[in-house]
């Protein structure tokens, strides 16, 4: 079975700096997808970036950013110039059928002014 | 456009009651999904609803979770002679058709459901 792990239940940073959330997954599959949701207190999951395993190329969607390792089963999210509204709860997320998404335990980042 | 709607936005039942909650997808979304996110097991996925397909309902945790989807759009999760370890929020995502997940899941804001 697929599973998801954070290893990080809190993080915090300060305004304008970077911070880097952890996530590694396990699967005997070649081909899946990954993903990382932010959960704020409105509780609606909100899609931040996306990474097809196929791609070499680390996706980035402007302050965010991915470091994916597939060998090491390692996807990374770092996110730069942290504003006050990316405080939220950050899930890593994984899918291999279309089907069902498999998420992590999620990791709740706190942005200091 | 309008994005998933769920309501109600929050329910309170007493322990035996039934419960009814409902999905509406985005326009266009075949593929439905529900899941429920808990303080003691995390997002755990239900069942998934893709296009005519028999839905995949290996999620589901006891017989008395039933869910369906008419007309292909809107959807019902039904909750049957509710226990407290019912109470969580519950949070339903479409998707347009794809395979391997290269269409992403767009979630709405969720049902509260707490069970006295």
């Known amino acids: 079975a697929q599973t998801v792990t954070q290893s990080q239940p809190e993080m915090s940073v300060q305004e304008a700096e970077t911070v880097t959330l952890s996530c590694t997954y396990d699967?005997?599959?070649?081909?899946?997808?990954l993903f990382w949701y932010k959960q704020p207190p409105s509780r609606q999951m909100i899609l931040v970036i996306r990474q097809e395993a196929y791609k070499q190329q680390n996706a980035t969607e402007n302050r965010f950013s991915v470091n994916f390792q597939k060998a090491a089963k390692s996807f990374s999210l770092k996110i730069s110039d942290s504003q006050l509204g990316d405080a939220a709860m950050y899930f890593c997320a994984y899918t291999t059928s279309g089907s069902r998404l498999t998420f992590g335990e999620g990791t709740q980042l706190t942005v200091n002014p | 456009g309008a994005g998933v709607s769920q309501s109600p936005s929050n329910k309170v039942t007493e322990k035996g009651k039934d419960v009814e909650l409902r999905c509406d997808p985005i326009?266009?979304?075949?593929?439905l999904y529900w899941y429920r996110q808990s303080l003691g097991q995390g997002l755990e996925f239900l069942i998934y609803?893709?296009?005519?397909?028999?839905?995949?309902k290996s999620g589901l945790p006891s017989d008395r979770f039933s869910a369906e989807r008419t007309g292909g759009s809107v959807s019902t999760l039904t909750i049957q002679r509710t226990q407290q370890e019912d109470s969580a929020v519950y949070l339903c995502a479409s998707s347009l058709a794809g395979t391997g997940g290269n269409q992403p899941q767009h979630f709405g804001d969720g049902t509260r459901l707490s069970i006295l």
């Open positions: 699967t005997s599959e070649s081909d899946y997808y």
């Open positions: 609803f893709q296009g005519n397909s028999a839905p995949d």
């Open positions: 326009s266009g979304h075949t593929a």
